[in-house]
């Protein structure tokens, strides 16, 4: 890293290998004359060919030998889902990350290989290089400058999307190219984070997600999603139903679980026993670890009163697969279980039982991918052929009450990353548009290009943009 520059420093370009007009499989190459860095390294849980389930690490411009260093924003498995995949192929180099992104990251990818397992289906790298992963892994702190190449210089600031989510600020050469990659990000205060860092040294290229990018994609506020989950859930339990609420292990979960208590204390939610499945627990416990990096309110709690909001009375772990039986034929309950977009996971067993009875409700509270089990029942599918017990396809009706609540996204909605791109100082030259199904990538770099005169464009996969 701190050997003399071979060449001057110049030709700084980006290649999409992933995630550009698309949602799934992240991946940026920066490569300068001297270095190559890559920026995420995900999956798309929703691709049906495996060929589009990975970035395109296949193309010429990618050298393995090459690579100097990756960098991970956070630790969701669209960005960090391959990451071992290098490590098995011979990568050898460091991985720079935030702390909590370290620990979830393996959590995640550990879980992954689980789900793939039970799945019967060959996974692309196995538990030796989650390990390897691990050992080349550097946590850093926000606002702390590394040097991760001859010519590169990275620095990571909150990015408000979950816990240790990070904006990736790379420093190229003395002053040459600043680029900020946001992942995904949220520009807006949660129960659970701070709102995503506008203030950097200096930035030229700004590559942002557009997850929530059409017209159309403006969410209620907090308040208004808070209620109208609390209203949901009640009018479930009067009726005796039960609510199932798939979710991400990590960010959501929490920030639902957060929520729940909160209003079960306050008496708006009808006291119900609130039974978490999945992977849910340890994420938490590791978001109790960090609480430095969680938001004002619950950091002081955990800290400062000695009060952990994650381990409310109400709160039911479930501890072994048996238990569920019981649940399902129990009383009126709220379940949340893994996975948010019901891919595999124990929310399968639940929604295999639950979906026929119109007494119950499914909420998402999380974005489904397309192609998604999750993204079906979310558009109306009437019936879903799932696997039973003894591994033959079963028919099972979907009866039960399908609603989405949108304002609980970790993401941007389109006001929100708009607002963003104008409030980041210093202003930036160029805005590149990932992260976002093809129309919504489009729509928000037409914006800016009319509205604020930025160079904005939404490039596809394999496209490489020259930036200096």
Same mark, same amino acid.
């Given at each position: 890293?701190?050997?003399?520059?071979?060449?001057?420093?110049?030709?700084?370009?980006?290649?999409?290998?992933?995630?550009?007009?698309?949602?799934?499989?992240?991946?940026?190459?920066? +490569?300068?004359?001297?270095?190559?860095?890559?920026?995420?390294?995900?999956?798309?849980?929703?691709?049906?060919?495996?060929?589009?389930?990975?970035?395109?690490?296949?193309?010429?411009?990618?050298?393995?030998?090459?690579?100097?260093?990756? =960098?991970?924003?956070?630790?969701?498995?669209?960005?960090?889902?391959?990451?071992?995949?290098?490590?098995?192929? %011979?990568?050898?180099?460091?991985?720079?990350?935030?702390?909590?992104?370290?620990?979830?990251?393996?959590?995640? +990818?550990?879980?992954?290989?689980?789900?793939?397992?039970?799945?019967?289906?060959?996974?692309?790298?196995?538990?030796?290089? =989650?390990?390897?992963?691990?050992?080349?892994?550097?946590?850093?702190?926000?606002?702390?400058?590394?040097?991760?190449?001859?010519?590169?210089?990275?620095?990571?600031?909150?990015?408000?999307?979950?816990?240790?989510?990070?904006?990736?600020?790379?420093?190229?050469?003395?002053?040459?190219?600043?680029?900020?990659?946001?992942?995904?990000?949220?520009?807006?205060?949660?129960?659970?984070?701070?709102?995503?860092?506008?203030?950097?040294?200096?930035?030229?290229?700004?590559?942002?997600?557009?997850?929530?990018?059409?017209?159309?994609?403006?969410?209620?506020?907090?308040?208004?999603?808070?209620?109208?989950?609390?209203?949901?859930?009640?009018?479930?339990?009067?009726?005796?139903?039960?609510?199932?609420?798939?979710?991400?292990?990590?960010?959501?979960?929490?920030?639902?679980?957060?929520?729940?208590?909160?209003?079960?204390?306050?008496?708006?939610?009808?006291?119900?026993?609130?039974? #978490?499945?999945?992977? #849910?627990?340890?994420?938490?416990?590791?978001?109790?670890?960090?609480?430095?990096?969680?938001?004002?309110?619950?950091?002081?709690?955990?800290?400062?009163?000695?009060?952990?909001?994650?381990?409310?009375? $109400?709160?039911?772990?479930?501890?072994?697969?048996?238990?569920?039986?019981?649940?399902?034929?129990?009383?009126?309950?709220?379940?949340?279980?893994?996975?948010?977009?019901?891919?595999?996971?124990? =929310?399968?067993?639940?929604?295999?039982?639950?979906?026929?009875?119109?007494?119950?409700?499914?909420?998402?509270?999380? $974005?489904?991918?397309?192609?998604?089990? %999750?993204?079906?029942?979310?558009?109306?599918?009437?019936?879903?052929?799932?696997?039973?017990?003894?591994?033959?396809?079963?028919?099972?009706?979907?009866?039960?009450?399908?609603?989405?609540?949108?304002?609980?996204?970790?993401?941007?909605?389109?006001?929100?990353?708009?607002?963003?791109?104008?409030?980041?100082?210093?202003?930036?030259?160029?805005?590149?548009?990932?992260?976002?199904?093809?129309?919504?990538?489009?729509?928000?770099?037409?914006?800016?290009?009319?509205?604020?005169?930025?160079?904005?464009?939404?490039?596809? =996969?394999?496209?490489?943009?020259?930036?200096?």
């Amino acid at each position: 890293i701190f050997r003399p520059l071979i060449y001057q420093v110049g030709d700084v370009r980006i290649t999409a290998l992933g995630g550009f007009q698309e949602v799934g499989r992240s991946a940026i190459l920066v +490569q300068t004359r001297e270095s190559q860095v890559l920026l995420d390294c995900g999956i798309n849980p929703g691709a049906s060919a495996p060929f589009d389930a990975f970035p395109r690490l296949d193309v010429s411009q990618f050298d393995l030998e090459a690579l100097d260093a990756v =960098v991970i924003s956070h630790a969701h498995l669209d960005h960090c889902g391959l990451l071992p995949f290098l490590f098995k192929y %011979g990568y050898d180099g460091p991985v720079y990350c935030s702390a909590p992104t370290s620990s979830l990251m393996t959590l995640l +990818q550990l879980d992954y290989l689980d789900v793939m397992s039970k799945q019967g289906v060959m996974p692309p790298y196995d538990q030796k290089d =989650v390990r390897e992963c691990v050992l080349h892994t550097f946590p850093l702190r926000y606002g702390v400058v590394t040097d991760i190449a001859p010519d590169i210089r990275l620095t990571l600031h909150n990015a408000g999307h979950i816990l240790g989510s990070s904006i990736i600020h790379l420093h190229i050469g003395e002053g040459l190219h600043n680029i900020v990659y946001t992942g995904d990000f949220k520009y807006g205060r949660t129960t659970l984070l701070e709102p995503a860092a506008t203030e950097f040294p200096r930035v030229e290229t700004i590559i942002t997600e557009s997850t929530y990018g059409a017209p159309q994609d403006i969410m209620p506020s907090r308040v208004e999603a808070e209620q109208r989950l609390a209203n949901v859930i009640n009018e479930t339990l009067d009726k005796h139903g039960k609510v199932l609420i798939p979710v991400p292990a990590v960010g959501r979960a929490q920030e639902i679980m957060l929520i729940i208590d909160s209003y079960m204390r306050k008496g708006l939610i009808k006291e119900a026993p609130v039974f #978490i499945e999945g992977m #849910i627990s340890e994420a938490t416990a590791i978001h109790t670890a960090y609480p430095e990096y969680l938001g004002r309110e619950v950091r002081n709690s955990i800290l400062h009163e000695g009060v952990n909001p994650f381990q409310s009375e $109400y709160f039911t772990i479930v501890e072994h697969p048996s238990a569920r039986e019981e649940i399902i034929e129990g009383r009126e309950s709220i379940i949340l279980a893994t996975s948010g977009m019901l891919e595999g996971g124990p =929310v399968i067993e639940y929604f295999k039982r639950l979906a026929p009875d119109e007494k119950n409700t499914i909420i998402f509270v999380s $974005y489904q991918i397309e192609g998604t089990l %999750g993204r079906r029942v979310q558009k109306g599918i009437a019936e879903v052929p799932m696997l039973n017990s003894e591994g033959k396809i079963e028919i099972v009706k979907v009866r039960m009450r399908v609603e989405s609540i949108e304002g609980f996204s970790g993401h941007s909605d389109r006001r929100q990353i708009i607002n963003y791109i104008r409030k980041v100082t210093p202003k930036p030259e160029k805005v590149i548009v990932c992260h976002g199904e093809k129309a919504k990538c489009y729509s928000i770099a037409e914006y800016l290009r009319r509205k604020f005169n930025l160079d904005a464009i939404a490039p596809r =996969v394999l496209e490489t943009i020259r930036l200096r």
